[in-house]
């Protein structure tokens, strides 16, 4: 397989991921990375900065400092400063975002089952190892090119 296809195949279940959100995100007027940003919060609870949402969801730093402002300014979320160091602050989810989230959720199963319909259990957990050492490939090449990562 080229390295393209790889590219072009995530590429292609990007857009088909965001295709399912439309409706909640038009439902709740939200933006396609704001509700990520809220089913980030919600599915990785122990990452809760926007530190983390930039490093491990990869959105850009400015997009997501926008997506939090809007969030919050919407009272989906709130900045909590953190107790044990004052230069974090913690991104707490609030009561009015579990509607989007319930929604949210059921979208991403849906996609999910979607995803993996005509794929056997063999076919999958060859897969789930072939991706986890892509993920070690990616990480070796972080740690010997990381100025290019």
Wanted: hydrophobic letters at 35%; charged letters at 25%; a positive charge.
């Amino acid at each position: 397989m080229n390295p393209i296809d790889f590219i072009s195949i995530s590429t292609k279940a990007m857009k088909a991921y965001e295709t399912f959100c439309q409706p909640v995100c038009k439902k709740y007027q939200l933006s396609q990375t704001s509700f990520d940003v809220l089913m980030f919060l919600a599915n990785n609870p122990e990452y809760n900065t926007a530190r983390d949402i930039c490093e491990i969801r990869g959105i850009r730093t400015g997009i997501a400092s926008v997506a939090v402002d809007l969030l919050v300014k919407n009272g989906y979320i709130h900045r909590q400063p953190d107790a044990s160091d004052r230069r974090l602050t913690r991104l707490i989810l609030t009561e009015k975002s579990e509607e989007i989230i319930q929604s949210g959720r059921l979208i991403q199963r849906e996609f999910g089952a979607q995803l993996i319909t005509g794929i056997s259990d063999e076919e999958m957990t060859a897969y789930m190892k072939t991706a986890q050492k892509f993920r070690e490939n990616i990480l070796n090449m972080k740690q010997t090119r990381g100025d290019l990562l």
